[in-house]
């Protein structure tokens, strides 16, 4: 057996803390899971179910309300217009922030669902542009347009879960 040069193993050496530090690179160093792994995420139910244009006192001071839906030809300008909706609607979301620090409108989420059908955000034209990013001052009151579209005709059901911070309400009616 020929021994092996000095250049041969700085060769080895190379390729054998290559292929280490690839392997380690690929399990990351390790698990980083909890050793329980039965750890569930319960989603919160809604604190009320309410219809369109009414209010509802989420308490701390802070009101929503949803108007009406009503019907509108979403432009090219507007996201997620290629998953070509059958049916686009528009609402005003009316917050009022009546208590004491300013609301943060990044715990302000909404979401949207026609029974089985799919339905999305179709923000960024026509002054639909989603919820504001400046916070609402403790006193003042806001109105912002959301639009979304569904693949699902006039008169199909249209549901809205709107969150602020931890409370969530579900607004129940109907495609325009």
């Given at each position: ?102 609301l943060d409108f ?71």
């Amino acid at each position: 057996m020929k021994k092996l040069t000095r250049k041969q193993w700085i060769l080895v050496g190379v390729v054998a803390v290559v292929a280490l530090s690839i392997l380690r690179s690929v399990t990351n160093g390790g698990s980083d899971l909890p050793k329980d792994k039965t750890t569930l995420v319960e989603e919160a139910a809604p604190v009320a179910t309410i219809a369109f244009d009414t209010p509802l006192d989420l308490g701390g001071g802070v009101f929503v309300t949803v108007a009406a839906p009503t019907r509108f030809t979403p432009t090219i300008f507007m996201t997620n217009v290629d998953q070509k909706p059958k049916s686009a609607n528009q609402f005003n979301v009316t917050i009022k922030n009546g208590g004491k620090t300013p609301l943060d409108f990044t715990t302000v989420s909404l979401i949207a669902a026609s029974g089985e059908n799919v339905c999305f955000d179709v923000l960024g034209d026509l002054d639909i542009n989603g919820a504001p990013t400046e916070a609402l001052a403790a006193g003042a009151t806001t109105t912002y347009a959301y639009g979304v579209g569904c693949q699902a005709a006039a008169g199909e059901p249209l549901s809205l879960t709107v969150q602020i911070g931890e409370s969530k309400v579900a607004v129940e009616g109907k495609i325009a």
